[in-house]
């Protein structure tokens, strides 16, 4: 993909620069403690999309019959912009992947039978708001800005049909890096996380919500992420909460095919692309969950981790389900190794394939730190 350079943007209106005037991260950092006070919106009226326009994080008006509260056509994506901590891009922000975010959106967009938004709209709203935010990208490396770009059903109707008024919104939140250290993964016995034919392969807000009961004992136990198994024979591994999985057996890195119930993770294609280059031999097959936890409980040399864009890779050191199966793995250095090399990328200190780095400058006349 040929960089392009995004069209000069207005200065900023003096109403949002005084949001932004002397605002500081907090510390820690952490997610969702401080949301940017800026963000960017429109909304889809008479089959068009408005150009989207920044505006502050302000309140929605809402009427209490809005569609997407009582028949969740809603929509989401998670990505990030990282400071540019290398010597070859010449700009201060980097967007990790943001078209490939783009055409994600556009599929979830059409699973839940919502108009699709123009991917360069898409690119550029993101670089506008990120121009304008570029003060609170934090410096550290793992540190991000997280954008969450969103859309919903915004009829105000009961009808059980669907809206033909979408809003488009994506807000922003300075971050920490997700998972320092090794999480824990309780393995989900009961409940499913999608069936075929279903919405498990996009993002849809539902698909989040139908996983917070599922996440009760998880958290009572301590672990982390729940570990979905398929939803026909609770046999073959399909992904964590919110990564892809991978495991790791000797020099072979496996992470089960895509399907209609799992998510085509953006982290995960970066993987495939970049394990061999670790000498690492790469499979998409399915994961039976009991030849992995009886290779475990061998003291076989396995790895397994999860990738996304919130925690990139996060290696697992306990397995664990609700019958009382505790697991230790101890070796993470291949997800270790994985996670410094897309860290570096997305920092712009490695070199990346085209696309990859999105380069983003501060919006001219805009508020500076
Ligand atoms: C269910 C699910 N699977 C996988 C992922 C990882 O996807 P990505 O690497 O594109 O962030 C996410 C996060 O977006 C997710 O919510």
Request: include cysteine; charged fraction near 20%.
């Amino acid at each position: 993909m040929t960089m392009t350079p995004s069209s000069p943007s207005p200065a900023l209106p003096d109403e949002l620069a005084a949001r932004l005037d002397g605002i500081e991260l907090p510390d820690p950092l952490g997610f969702s403690r401080l949301m940017a006070p800026v963000m960017s919106v429109a909304y889809y009226r008479d089959g068009a999309w408005e150009t989207p326009r920044l505006t502050g994080l302000d309140p929605l008006p809402l009427a209490p019959h809005t569609q997407a509260l009582h028949y969740g056509q809603a929509i989401f994506e998670g990505m990030k912009a990282y400071r540019n901590l290398g010597d070859d891009l010449d700009a201060p922000t980097l967007l990790f992947r943001p078209y490939e975010h783009a055409r994600r959106f556009n599929r979830s967009a059409a699973r839940l039978g919502m108009p699709e938004l123009d991917e360069q709209v898409f690119v550029t709203a993101l670089e506008e708001l990120v121009g304008t935010l570029e003060r609170l990208v934090p410096s550290r490396q793992g540190q991000s800005l997280y954008l969450r770009p969103t859309m919903f059903g915004a009829t105000a109707d009961l009808s059980v049909v669907p809206s033909t008024e979408f809003c488009f919104l994506i807000c922003a939140t300075p971050s920490d890096a997700f998972f320092t250290t090794p999480i824990s993964a309780w393995i989900e016995r009961h409940y499913s996380r999608a069936g075929a034919g279903g919405t498990g392969n996009v993002k849809a807000a539902g698909n989040y919500a139908a996983s917070f009961a599922a996440a009760a004992p998880l958290r009572e136990n301590g672990f982390h992420q729940l570990l979905w198994l398929d939803a026909v024979e609770h046999r073959y591994v399909e992904e964590f909460t919110a990564m892809n999985v991978f495991t790791r057996r000797g020099d072979v890195l496996v992470t089960p095919p895509l399907s209609d119930t799992i998510l085509a993770g953006i982290t995960r294609d970066s993987l495939l692309a970049l394990g061999p280059s670790f000498g690492l031999k790469m499979e998409e097959r399915p994961i039976d969950i009991h030849e992995l936890t009886d290779a475990v409980a061998a003291g076989e040399d396995v790895e397994v981790f999860g990738c996304g864009t919130g925690a990139v890779v996060a290696p697992v050191e306990l397995l664990g389900d609700e019958t009382g199966l505790r697991l230790p793995l101890p070796d993470r250095s291949v997800a270790l190794d994985l996670r410094g090399r897309l860290l570096d990328i997305q920092h712009g200190i490695s070199a990346a394939p085209d696309g990859w780095q999105w380069p983003v400058t501060a919006l001219p006349d805009g508020p500076r730190a």
